[in-house]
């Protein structure tokens, strides 16, 4: 994660893991396969980042059409 704060607008997250540094940035992005392992690994972050207060919104473009 850079140190500079110029560039901490969006973090996109394609790990498994909550990233450091993550209250850092205003957006957080999170890309979720629609792999039932890797969702429920997800839906963890989700609770986490749902106990911090964040705002989230789920865009589903699995169903999509």
Known sequence: IPNNSHH???LLNLGHTV???YQEFARLIEVV??????????RT???HYSEQGLTIVRHDVATQG
């Open 8 to 10: 901490r607008e969006v």
């Open 19 to 21: 990233p450091q540094g």
């Open 33 to 42: 396969t629609v792999d039932e392992a890797e969702r429920q690994v997800a």
């Open 45 to 47: 972050r989700w609770k």
